[in-house]
T-cell receptor, first 113, second 114 residues
Framework: NAGVTQTPKFQVLKTGQSMTLQCAQDMNHEYMSWYRQDPGMGLRLIHYSVGAGITDQGEVPNGYNVSRSTTEDFPLRLLSAAPSQTSVYFC????????????FGEGSRLTVL | GNSVTQMEGPVTLSEEAFLTINCTYTATGYPSLFWYVQYPGEGLQLLLKATKADDKGSNKGFEATYRKETTSFHLEKGSVQVSDSAVYFCALSDRITSGSRLTFGEGTQLTVNP
């Protein structure tokens, strides 16, 4: 029962470097999204997708890109990392319209020096 | 816009104590309400939910009632255990937009001591 799988779990970057956080789900869910978790701020939505080929911005999209070429995968790209992007990132999937039940991955902790 | 406000933490209780974590919300339309729990080192998982006014969600001894008149969804448990130590997030889903777009509260850290 893999569910939502994120890689890597931990990553340290230098300012200006680029990287991709991978997210894969095996539940055939339509909706996928990326959140970042920061102390005292809960989870904030970065980008989301309602299906393959469709993506849209969330609350805090600046500095991040996404694509959704398949139902299973939803990678998050940091083009030029900044210290403000130090956070824990969660990918989530949802298969039921308008019920809001999300299935989360275990998270990816990113540190930007 | 939508927002969720939770009581400030951290909360520390002794085993078998009564738990209340307050949650209030602001939303357009008729949102669905959720409590998610995050155990150490893990992702969030759904604890309970309510989709309309006066519904009561319950799971694992936790419960919360959707109160439209007070725009609240407080989480309660009658007797907490050490294994309940986790971070609890209140969240809402506005039915006007995609079901995957949740708005989360700040989270409340709960520690239960034996």
């Amino acid at each position: 029962n893999a569910g939502v799988t994120q890689t890597p779990k931990f990553q340290v970057l230098k300012t200006g470097q680029s990287m991709t956080l991978q997210c894969a789900q095996d539940m055939n869910h339509e909706y996928m999204s990326w959140y970042r978790q920061d102390p005292g701020m809960g989870l904030r939505l970065i980008h989301y997708s309602v299906g393959a080929g469709i993506t849209d911005q969330g609350e805090v999209p600046n500095g991040y890109n996404v694509s959704r070429s398949t139902t299973e995968d939803f990678p998050l790209r940091l083009l030029s990392a900044a210290p403000s992007q130090t956070s824990v990132y969660f990918c989530a999937a949802s298969g039921q319209s308008n019920t809001g039940e999300l299935f989360f991955g275990e998270g990816s902790r990113l540190t930007v020096l | 816009g939508n927002s969720v406000t939770q009581m400030e933490g951290p909360v520390t209780l002794s085993e078998e104590a009564f738990l209340t974590i307050n949650c209030t919300y602001t939303a357009t339309g008729y949102p669905s309400l959720f409590w998610y729990v995050q155990y150490p080192g893990e992702g969030l998982q759904l604890l309970l939910k309510a989709t309309k006014a006066d519904d009561k969600g319950s799971n694992k001894g936790f419960e919360a009632t959707y109160r439209k008149e007070t725009t609240s969804f407080h989480l309660e448990k009658g007797s907490v255990q050490v294994s309940d130590s986790a971070v609890y997030f209140c969240a809402l889903s506005d039915r006007i937009t995609s079901g995957s777009r949740l708005t989360f509260g700040e989270g409340t850290q709960l520690t239960v001591n034996p």
